[in-house]
C-alpha cells in the first residue's frame, strides 16, 4: 500500500508538471486562429507536440503563395496544375451563371467590361438579362457586383474535402469572385497546421476557414438543405469512392460536385473485381480505355445520388495525364431519378477484334396522356460470337452512357479562358483541350483507334484524315476525342468500318499466306466489302482545333512525370534514395537495351527449329545455329547423375527463356 501510494502521488506530481510546463511554452508561443472540428473531435494540432520547424521551400502559382515543407509530410504535386487552373475557370463560370440569377456580376481579374455581360443559355434567361439591364441603366440604381477576394453574402459555399496544404482554397479566395466562404478540410493536424500558416501569409483568413476533421464526417454533418455546399471538390491521393456518398448528399441543389481519381490502372481494366469494388462497375482492358473510365466515374456518382432520390448532370469532364476530372451539377427529382436506368449501358466488347456494342440497362417509352412509361431493356444485341472475326465477347459495365459533357457550359468556359489568356499558367492546354471537347460527337460513346483497327487486319495505318474522310464521304459523322490523341469516334456501325478497312488494305495488301485461319485478320479479310470506300481527303476532315495547331495533347516534360508518393508522417525527403526506388519501379518489367552484338551471340547459342525439320533456307545469315549439339554434351545430359541443361537458361538470370524471345 505504501508503494502504490508513492506511485500515485508520483504520477499526480509528474501530470501537474507537464500542464504547467506546457502551459508555459504556449505563452510564449504565437496562437493562431481556433479550430472549431479540431477541439470538438479532439484533435486539435498542439505545437509542442511537433519538432522545430524543417525545412520548408515557397510554391507560387496562379495568384497563391504557400510554405511548402521539404518533406513529404503534406502532399503536392505540381502537376496537378492544369487541374486547379481548369477548375477556377469551372468554378468562375459557375458563380456568372448562379449569381446572374440574383442579379449579380462578378468582376473576374483581366476581363473587359464587355466580357462580363452573362450569356444566358435560354431564351427566357436572355429576357431576364435584358430586364435586369434595363434595371440597372435607372437612374440611381447601381448594380450589384462581386469582386475576387471579398466576401459575397449571397455568394457561393466551397468545400475542399481534402485540402493538404491549402494551395487549392487559397487560389478559389484569390482569384474566383463571388464566394461567401471556403471551408479547407483536412484529416492531417499537419496539414491544418500548414494551411493556418498559407491563409495567414496569402492574406485571406476572412475567406477561408481550415478545419481538421474527416472529410466524410464533415459532409454528413451538412446533409440539411440550409447548411449544404454550392461547391464541393474532391482531389484525393488515389480512389475518392469512400467519399462519394457522403459528398452528392452534401452538396445544394443544382451545385456543383468536381472530384478527381487518380487510380487510372483500377478504372482502365488492369483490376476489374477492384474497379467493381470501388464504383460498381466491371472496367475491360480497351484502347477506350480513358473515356470508359470517366463514364465509370459517371456511373458511381449517379448511382449513389439515386439513393436520396437525387441525380448528376454532367458539365465537364476530362481525361488528363494520370487521372481524370469531372464536374457534375446534382439536382433532386423523383421522375428524374427513374430515368437513370435508361441512361447506363452494359458494354459487349470483343476479344478479337474489339469490336464493341452498348446495351441499355433501362428503357422509356411513351404513355397515353403524355405520361413516360420505365421498363426493362431487351438485349443482347449480339450473338454469342463476333460477327466479324468469330471471338467471343467481354461484358463490362455498367457505365454512363449519355453525353458526358454540357457543350454550351464548356463554351463559356473556353471563351473566358481565351479572351483573358494570362489568367492562367496553362491556358494555352484549357484552350486546347475544351476546343478538342467542343468538336467531340456527344451522343457517341467511346472510341476505336487508328493503330488498333489496323493492327488487327495486320495492314498499314491510313492516315488520319484518310479514315475521317473515308467515313465522311460514306455519310457518318466522325470526331477526335481529347482522351485519346488517334481516336476514331464515329456513329457508323462496326460493319461499315471494317468495310473501310477492308478497302484499305486492298491498297495496301497483307501476305494473306502469313495468316493464320483462325486469326481475326483472316476472318475479317476473307469477307468482301459491301462498302466501296473513298480516301480522297476532304476539307472538313482536319478539325479546326489541329487546323490552328492547338495544344491538345500535351507530352510529358519532365522525367517522373506523373502520380507523387502518399504523404507520410514526418515525411522522409524526397532525396537520391526516393528518385532510386521511383526508377526501380518504373522501369521493373523493362529489359535494358542489348547490345546487338551481344544479342546475335546469345540467339547462337538455340538451335534453329526450322533447321531441325529441314525447312530453313537462311543458310549461314540464319540468326540460330544450325551445328548439331556435341555427342559429350548430348551423353551428360541423358546421364542421370548429370542436371538437365538443354538450352535453358538459369533461373534468375534476366535472359530469354527461349527462342524468338526478345
Known amino acids: 500500500m505504501p508503494r502504490a501510494r508513492i506511485g500515485l502521488w508520483l504520477s499526480l506530481t509528474l501530470r501537474s508538471t507537464r500542464s504547467l510546463c506546457r502551459a508555459g511554452f504556449m505563452e510564449g508561443q504565437p496562437q493562431g486562429p481556433p479550430n472549431p472540428a479540431g477541439v470538438e473531435n479532439g484533435t486539435e494540432p498542439c505545437g509542442e507536440e511537433r519538432a522545430s520547424e524543417a525545412q520548408e521551400t515557397t510554391v507560387t502559382e496562379g495568384a497563391a503563395k504557400i510554405a511548402f515543407p521539404s518533406a513529404n509530410e503534406v502532399f503536392y504535386n505540381p502537376v496537378q496544375e492544369f ?22 456580376q462578378i468582376k473576374v481579374p483581366g476581363e473587359k467590361d464587355v466580357q462580363k455581360v452573362v450569356v444566358d443559355l435560354s431564351e427566357q434567361e436572355e429576357e431576364k438579362a435584358e430586364l435586369k439591364k434595363g434595371a440597372n441603366l435607372a437612374p440611381g440604381d447601381q448594380p450589384r457586383t462581386a469582386a475576387v ?70 459532409m454528413y454533418q451538412h446533409q440539411r438543405a440550409s447548411e449544404r455546399f454550392d461547391v464541393i471538390d474532391l482531389d484525393p491521393y488515389g480512389s475518392p469512392a469512400p467519399f462519394l456518398d457522403a459528398a452528392v448528399q452534401a452538396v445544394s441543389e443544382g451545385g456543383l460536385l468536381c472530384v478527381t481519381c487518380t487510380d487510372m490502372a483500377v478504372l482502365a481494366g488492369n483490376s476489374g473485381e477492384t474497379c467493381y469494388s470501388k464504383y460498381g462497375a466491371m472496367a475491360l482492358k480497351s484502347r477506350a480505355c480513358h473515356e470508359m473510365a470517366l463514364r465509370i466515374v459517371l456511373h458511381s456518382l449517379d448511382l449513389r445520388a439515386n439513393c436520396y432520390q ?17 464536374f457534375v451539377r446534382v439536382f433532386t427529382g423523383q421522375a428524374k431519378v427513374k ?34 412509361k420505365f421498363s426493362a431493356a431487351c438485349g443482347p444485341p449480339i450473338s454469342p460470337e463476333c460477327e466479324h472475326c468469330g471471338q467471343r465477347h467481354q461484358l463490362g459495365g455498367p457505365l454512363w452512357a449519355e453525353p458526358i459533357h454540357d ?186 537495351a542489348e547490345d546487338p552484338v551481344q544479342r546475335a551471340a546469345r540467339l547462337k547459342t538455340f538451335p534453329c527449329k526450322r533447321f531441325k525439320e529441314g525447312t530453313c533456307q537462311r543458310g549461314d545469315q540464319c540468326c540460330y545455329s544450325h551445328s548439331p549439339p556435341a555427342p559429350e ?30
Open 407 to 592: 457543350l454550351d457550359f464548356v463554351g463559356r468556359v473556353l471563351q473566358a479562358v481565351s479572351t483573358n489568356p494570362g489568367r492562367f499558367h496553362t491556358s494555352e492546354r484549357i484552350q486546347g483541350v475544351l476546343s478538342v471537347i467542343t468538336e467531340e460527337l456527344p451522343d457517341v460513346p467511346l472510341y476505336y483507334t487508328l493503330d488498333q483497327l489496323s493492327s488487327t487486319i495486320r495492314c498499314s495505318t491510313p492516315s488520319l484524315l484518310q479514315l475521317r474522310s473515308a467515313l465522311l464521304h460514306a455519310g457518318f459523322r466522325v470526331s477526335l476525342s481529347h482522351a485519346c490523341k488517334n481516336a476514331v469516334k464515329t456513329d457508323a456501325p462496326s460493319s461499315a468500318l471494317w468495310d473501310i478497312m477492308r478497302c484499305w488494305e486492298k491498297e495496301c495488301p497483307v501476305k494473306r499466306e502469313r495468316l493464320s485461319e483462325a486469326s481475326p485478320a483472316f476472318r475479317i479479310l476473307s469477307v468482301e466489302p459491301r462498302l466501296q470506300a473513298n480516301f480522297a481527303v476532304r476539307d472538313d476532315a482536319n478539325p479546326s482545333s489541329r487546323q490552328r495547331g492547338l495544344k491538345r495533347f500535351q507530352a510529358n516534360p519532365e522525367a517522373n512525370w506523373g502520380p507523387r508518393p502518399r504523404a507520410r508522417p514526418g515525411g522522409k525527403a524526397a532525396g537520391e534514395a526516393m528518385e532510386e526506388r521511383r526508377r526501380v519501379h518504373q522501369n521493373k518489367r523493362k529489359e535494358p
Open 83 to 104: 487541374n486547379r487552373d481548369l477548375t477556377c475557370a469551372v468554378i468562375t463560370e459557375f458563380a456568372r451563371i448562379q449569381l446572374g440569377a440574383k442579379g449579380i
Open 339 to 372: 430515368a437513370s436506368a435508361s441512361k447506363q449501358a452494359l458494354v459487349f466488347q470483343c476479344v478479337g477484334c474489339g469490336t464493341f456494342h452498348l446495351q441499355r440497362l433501362g428503357k422509356t417509352s411513351g404513355a397515353s396522356g403524355g405520361r413516360v
Open 149 to 218: 477576394g471579398e466576401i459575397c453574402e449571397e455568394g457561393l459555399r466551397v468545400l475542399e474535402g481534402l485540402a493538404a496544404s491549402g494551395l487549392r482554397s487559397i487560389r478559389f479566395a484569390r482569384e474566383v469572385p463571388g464566394l461567401q466562404s471556403v471551408v479547407a478540410n483536412d484529416a492531417s493536424a499537419r496539414a491544418v497546421d500548414l494551411m493556418c500558416r498559407n491563409v495567414q501569409l496569402n492574406a485571406v483568413a476572412h475567406l477561408v476557414h481550415p478545419r481538421q476533421a474527416d472529410a466524410r464526417m464533415l
Open 310 to 326: 437525387r441525380f448528376v448532370v454532367p458539365l465537364l469532364s476530362v481525361s488528363a495525364d494520370f487521372y481524370v476530372r469531372v
Open 633 to 662: 554434351d548430348t551423353a551428360a545430359a541423358a546421364s542421370p547423375d548429370h542436371p538437365k541443361t538443354s538450352y535453358q537458361n538459369p533461373p534468375g538470370s534476366g535472359v530469354a527463356a527461349g527462342p524468338g524471345v526478345d
